[in-house]
């Protein structure tokens, strides 16, 4: 009975607290509000400019975002969500509970971005990951990789996006003859893991000669463990891009806060976060320019399928990748 | 009385497994077909799932027998450590693995020092070589069980009629593993049924895909909800037969009462016994703590170095532990009480229920059903200790349920001619006699609680993250070494709070 008191005084005090200050709810990946990640830095810069409360809620990673989002559907709590790629953006867009962005800064993207809803906040090129002291000479294309017995660790297109990304990279790159060129790697892919998680892990604990994650993967180890012997290959067939986007929903009744965020998330106080928390490069460089080891690799060129070009791909290079890998 | 209590536990379970199940057919409406993919994925998993059992449970046989009738200065620490593998996040355990097995691992290092070629884990039997790590363990502890519920009298009758090794086993040990072998064979394999991150990982390629990341793909990707109710009713249906297969070769043991004398084992004397069981104890030692010594070695220099929220998420889950734990018991007595009550094998039925529900289906379910009524984020903790509650059931009433019928198949009929009902028969029989196997059921749901990362994730609210998943949020984001050092953490904890439910069990008895 007491017990109960105290938690009808607590939600009573609770509300008041509400009523006084209004509250943004922004649904995102779970790494981004870790307290290693972009999420409290954000937290604490937003609050003052906006008089309001930003709640983050964590829903797993950017396929569970949007998968959340349906589940849901007009009845969500989310305002904003914040997380989704490129290769999810037109399934997000639909479910029509997304609501077209204002007018945008000038980003620095590679690629002209053209999306009426989503805002992208972050992007990275995909790129194999090796160690400097154990291959010395890097493979620079698909078909150089296809010629070498290194092992590589990718991840699985069906429960992860870094893995769709390579999906797309081969597509892009070599279209009709991608299952081909599956066939030609299948003996260099020591495994298939669900997420990037495990696929990093194999390969920093050696157990992979190179690994799919990001170009700016070898500045993590640089910055933060002063370690200059990770290195990504480049590929002379291009390399392929994640965009990372936010966009608010029609629902939300909190209209203005949403733009004011969207906003708000390409401003230094937002974007200056990313590069060190994130491991991305920022949509809009910082006044203060990038940190070290973000320069190092430089793709002469970008690959990126529009959002309607990744959803009618996606099933027909699916099944090539698992024809030629499933033997 | 017993009957409503087991009633209404089985329902609970219904409701989180078939319940959530059907939250989410209803939600997707419609007919699906399965595809050609999906066929390969079902007869991929049954057979990994039907090796890796069968397995596992051959191996724990000798390795419990030669535990069961030695004594030796620290065999209470190796048995309890032998739960550790079950309790770790799968990842770390494949990098435990690896670090033994892997590419650059210690046997191929040994190999390659002999001149000989390396061997690569990566395939089928890497596949069942993980679930074995994973499952022996599990079920040498539950034949463990079995055999100190041998009375000490049958081992004393048959030292003086001179029985040989031969006929101990023959005649006292294979009636106590027709008993107990079936329900443990059918838990593991069902555990290895939805495992999913280990087979691909350690599968090598899709070749080894499961209906579990059949499942995953439906929901994450294609958002095909009535794709995802499907495959997972197909599992259901697979847990259903599987289990009616394992009861009808499954015998009741034949009891007969003792008086809980300490067990003395003459018929183990021969030299040659001795050695033998030294060999295949130092065996299964080394296959299970080389890689939980290399995940150790790894984890130490992060451990000392994990921000102070690390800390906060394992107190956090000491507590969904505990309360777990507590749950697990209650709802493991109550079905194990109806079981024997009753004879009905509904009870068993629904005692299995949470082993083959998809944890995809069952988290999405879940929110379904909470969504429209209350908070899912502030429900995260209280919900993730129910689920983790039910997954830990069919491991805590395998230990339970074969130690009850023995109680009452021993000491009922006198319970029944003194008129000891309800409470008191509890109080006054069940509960004393059920001490060791319930110390062990409550540790072993303490200790699955705090490692299992269960539904977690879609209920997760803001700073709510349990120890797993901090562990794949330092991965996550390239922490790899304080990864290491939290799931060191981790296991320690969950081998601590096995240890002390376990040894609160077990009182002064030594097994």
């Known amino acids: 009975m007491k017990v109960s008191l105290i938690a009808a005084g607590f939600c009573a005090l609770a509300s008041f607290a509400q009523a006084e200050t209004p509250t943004l709810t922004i649904y995102t990946y779970d790494s981004f509000i870790a307290d290693w990640g972009p999420g409290p830095a954000v937290k604490k810069a937003f609050e003052p400019i906006c008089h309001c409360t930003l709640n983050f809620v964590g829903t797993g990673d950017g396929a569970a975002l949007l998968s ?24 997000a867009e639909a479910t029509g509970l997304f609501a077209p962005h204002g007018t945008l800064p000038k980003m620095d993207l590679p690629v002209a971005w053209t999306d009426p809803d989503f805002v992208p906040f972050d992007w990275g090129w995909f ?7 154990k291959v010395p000479v890097p493979p620079t294309s698909f078909t150089e990789l296809a010629k070498t017995d290194l092992k590589v660790v990718i991840e699985d297109p069906r429960s992860s996006t870094p893995g769709l990304g390579l999906l797309y990279w081969v597509k892009d790159a070599y279209g009709d003859k991608a299952g081909e060129v599956w066939k030609s790697l299948a003996h260099n892919i020591l495994t298939v893991t669900p997420s990037w998680d495990e696929a990093y892990g194999l390969f920093t604990k050696g157990e992979a000669d190179m690994v799919l994650s990001y170009t700016t993967s070898p500045a993590y180890h640089l910055i933060e463990e002063k370690d200059a012997t990770k290195a990504a290959a480049m590929f002379t067939e291009g390399h392929y891009m994640q ?14 806060l949403a733009d004011q965020f969207l906003a708000f998330m390409l401003t230094d106080a937002f974007q200056s976060v990313i590069p060190e928390t994130n491991w991305m ?16 690799y430089r793709p002469t060129k970008s690959l990126l399928y529009s959002a309607d070009e990744a959803k009618t791909l996606r099933d027909g290079a699916l099944a090539e990748w698992q024809a030629a890998l499933s033997k | 009385m017993t009957l409503w209590a087991g009633g209404a536990v089985a329902a609970l379970l219904g409701l989180l497994t078939l319940g959530t199940l059907a939250a989410v057919a209803l939600r997707a409406g419609g007919s699906v077909l399965l595809s050609v993919a999906d066929l390969s994925a079902l007869r991929f998993t049954l057979e990994q799932a039907a090796l890796s059992a069968a397995l596992s449970v051959s191996l724990a046989v000798p390795v419990a027998r030669a535990l069961a009738r030695r004594r030796f200065p620290g065999r209470r620490w190796l048995v309890a450590l032998m739960g550790a593998p079950f309790l770790l996040p799968v990842i770390v355990a494949v990098f435990g693995l690896l670090a033994l097995f892997g590419r650059h691992g210690l046997l191929n290092a ?14 089928l039997h890497g596949v069942v070589l993980a679930h074995v790590f994973f499952n022996l363990p599990l079920a040498v502890r539950l034949l463990l069980q079995g055999w ?10 048959a030292a003086a009629l001179g029985f040989s090794p031969a006929d101990v086993a023959r005649l006292i040990e294979r009636p106590m593993l027709r008993a107990v072998l079936p329900g443990a064979t059918l838990a593991i394999f069902l555990v290895c049924l939805t495992s999913f991150a280990v087979a691909l990982t350690l599968g090598g390629g899709p070749a080894a895909t499961t209906v579990e990341l059949a499942i995953y793909q439906a929901f994450r990707f294609d958002f095909d909800l009535g794709r995802a109710a499907l495959l997972a009713g197909i599992q259901f249906v697979l847990c259903g037969g599987a289990t009616l297969i394992a009861f009808r070769v499954g015998l009741p043991a034949t009891e007969a009462p003792g008086l809980d004398r300490p067990v003395e084992r003459w018929d183990a004397g021969a030299p040659l016994l001795r050695l033998q069981d030294a060999v295949l104890i130092t065996l299964a030692a080394l296959f299970l703590m080389i890689p939980l010594g290399l995940v150790a070695v790894d984890g130490v220099p992060g451990l000392l170095a994990l921000p102070a929220p690390v800390w906060l998420s394992a107190l956090r889950s000491l507590g969904v532990a505990v309360a777990s734990s507590a749950l697990c018991g209650g709802m493991a007595l109550a079905l194990a009480l109806a079981r024997t009550a009753s004879g009905r094998a509904a009870f068993d039925l629904a005692g299995m229920l949470p082993l083959v529900a998809s944890p995809l289906v069952l988290g999405t379910g879940l929110f379904l059903l909470v969504n429209p009524v209350a908070d899912p984020a502030f429900w995260a903790l209280p919900v993730t200790a129910l689920v983790n509650a039910a997954m830990a059931l069919p491991f805590a009433l395998r230990a339970l349920q074969p130690a009850l019928d023995r109680i009452e198949a021993t000491h009922g009929r006198l319970a029944d001619s003194l008129g000891l009902t309800g409470w008191a028969r509890l109080r006054l029989l069940i509960l004393p006699r059920l001490r060791g196997p319930l110390g062990f059921a409550l540790g072993l749901a303490a200790a699955l609680s705090m490692g299992d990362l269960g539904v977690i994730a879609i209920f997760a609210g803001p700073g709510g993250a349990t120890l797993p998943l901090q562990v794949y949020r330092l991965m996550g984001a390239y922490r790899m070494a304080q990864a290491s050092g939290a799931a060191l953490l981790l296991l320690g904890l969950s081998l601590g709070l096995f240890w002390l439910f376990d040894r609160g069990g077990r009182g002064d008895a030594d097994a």
């Open chain 1, 68 to 91: 959340r989002i349906k589940l849901e559907g007009a009845r969500t709590k989310a305002d904003v969500v914040l997380g989704l790629d490129t290769s999810l953006t037109a399934d």
């Open chain 1, 127 to 133: 790129a194999f990951v090796y160690d400097k002291t």
């Open chain 1, 243 to 256: 965009v990372e986007v936010a966009a608010k929903l029609k629902a939300s009744p909190n209209q203005a």
């Open chain 1, 281 to 296: 490069y920022p949509a809009v460089t910082p006044k203060d320019g990038l940190p070290d080891g973000f320069d190092m």
């Open chain 2, 110 to 123: 040994g190999l390659a020092l002999l001149g000989l070629p390396g061997v690569s884990i990566y395939g």
């Open chain 2, 148 to 157: 100190r519920a041998i009375p000490a009298e049958r081992f004393r009758l």
